[in-house]
């Protein structure tokens, strides 16, 4: 694999024309306000995208992980804090489908295809970000219930979600449960103001005496982390190793149109040696990271054991590509770049973000050395 087929082209291209008329229009308009509306996410639905990991069955489009990734890289070229609720809305729906009963997966499935649930993702507190065993979240069993105490923080759309997967610990070991947004004892608030992704519509979630049934455990009790989390991390990374791409490709093509036409010394600046220099490592990265992605892609729908290493590098190349390029572009722009009304900033902004989600730069610098097969160089 080494570029797009004309399938996969044609493919990007289609999701690419519905960013453009839904979503790059407002995109400026909703990161000041700090919120998407639900008629877009709506419309995704509409489109089959939020149903991408779900079986046809459950009425789900089910993408293959290529198309997959297409569509995060062109979501994410147009927004990334709508690629940041398709990341856990997917996390989610992929979870379901992995690890429901049959009776799970009947009851939430198709509303989650619909669009008519959006998914959450409730891993992180305050005190445990990386370090994920660290979740002071607990859950109590008590007859045919579970009770749920603790704080979850940085939730993505925790503001306008219909349905979390949540993570708590249980007599020392860890589960997932799945819990509806308005159970009596959750209480949802606004994080505003966040530095990147500032539309995803972040919240932290507060379970106090929350009682759910014995039903909403997803998976086996005590098998919360791995491999229900760790999985759905998997995908998180996936996605926003893809949303990286779309968010550098963007930053290319703003670069490039501002190279031409901004003018300094008589010349487009883009015939000064030194922005060339930025236009070229941002279009090489941009390329490289593709590249990335599509194997990872085919290794994992391939099944195939190299794609766990091939999603971390893939996601690591891509989120510090998305931030170098989006550095580069506020240079490119100037003071037009610090704007706060254009999307230079934003895309700066939003790139930050990309490193330190679905694990951190560090994290992927040390975990990737221990990923490599043996064999492997
Ligand atoms: C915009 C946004 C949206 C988010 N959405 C969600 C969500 O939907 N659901 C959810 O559960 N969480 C979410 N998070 C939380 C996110 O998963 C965590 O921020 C992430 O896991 C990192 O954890 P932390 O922020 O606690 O940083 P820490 O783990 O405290 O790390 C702080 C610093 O130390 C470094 N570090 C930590 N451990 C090591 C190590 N072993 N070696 C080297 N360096 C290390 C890190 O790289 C980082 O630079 C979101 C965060 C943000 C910013």
């Not at 002071?136 to 923080?153: E, I």
């Not at 929350?210 to 098998?223: I, K, N, Q, T």
Request: charged residues 20%.
């Amino acid at each position: 694999m080494h570029s797009l087929t004309d399938v996969q082209d044609k493919l990007l291209r289609e999701y690419r024309r519905f960013v453009q008329s839904e979503i790059e229009p407002h995109v400026n308009v909703w990161d000041q306000e700090g919120r998407v509306p639900r008629e877009v996410i709506t419309s995704m639905a509409d489109q089959g995208f939020m149903g991408a990991l779900i079986p046809a069955e459950y009425g789900g489009s089910k993408l293959n992980m290529i198309e997959f990734g297409l569509l995060n890289e062109a979501i994410g070229y147009g927004c990334s804090s709508i690629r940041s609720v398709l990341t856990v809305h997917s996390m989610v729906s992929q979870a379901v489908t992995r690890w429901g009963t049959q009776e799970q997966r009947a009851a939430w499935l198709p509303r989650l295809a619909r669009g008519e649930w959006i998914g959450a993702f409730a891993l992180s507190e305050a005190g445990a970000g990386s370090d994920v065993a660290q979740i002071g979240t607990v859950a109590t069993a008590d007859g045919d219930d579970y009770v749920l105490d603790g704080v979850k923080r940085w939730i993505t759309y925790g503001q306008g979600a219909d349905v979390f997967l949540v993570f708590a610990r249980s007599k020392g070991r860890y589960s997932a449960f799945v819990v509806e947004r308005d159970t009596p004892g959750l209480t949802v608030s606004p994080i505003d103001g966040m530095l990147g992704t500032r539309a995803s519509m972040i919240a932290e979630l507060r379970f106090e005496n929350c009682r759910v049934p014995r039903s909403a455990l997803l998976g086996r009790a005590g098998f919360g982390l791995a491999p229900v989390a760790s999985a759905a991390l998997d995908i998180g990374r996936y996605s926003v190793g893809w949303g990286s791409i779309g968010l550098a490709q963007s930053c290319l093509e703003l670069s490039l149109g501002h190279a031409r036409e901004r003018r300094a010394f008589g010349v487009p600046i883009l015939d000064h040696q030194l922005v060339q220099r930025l236009v070229t490592d941002m279009a090489t990265g941009v390329s490289a990271a593709r590249l990335l992605g599509l194997q990872a892609g085919e290794l994992v729908q391939a099944g195939d054991s190299k794609a766990v290493a091939a999603v971390w590098m893939a996601k690591y190349f891509a989120s510090t590509t998305a931030m170098r390029s989006a550095s580069d572009t506020v240079q490119i722009f100037g003071a037009h770049g610090c704007d706060p009304a254009g999307s230079p900033q934003r895309l700066f902004r939003d790139a930050k973000v990309m490193e330190i989600i679905e694990g951190s730069t560090q994290i992927q610098q040390t975990m990737i050395a221990r990923l490599i097969p043996s064999g492997e160089s």
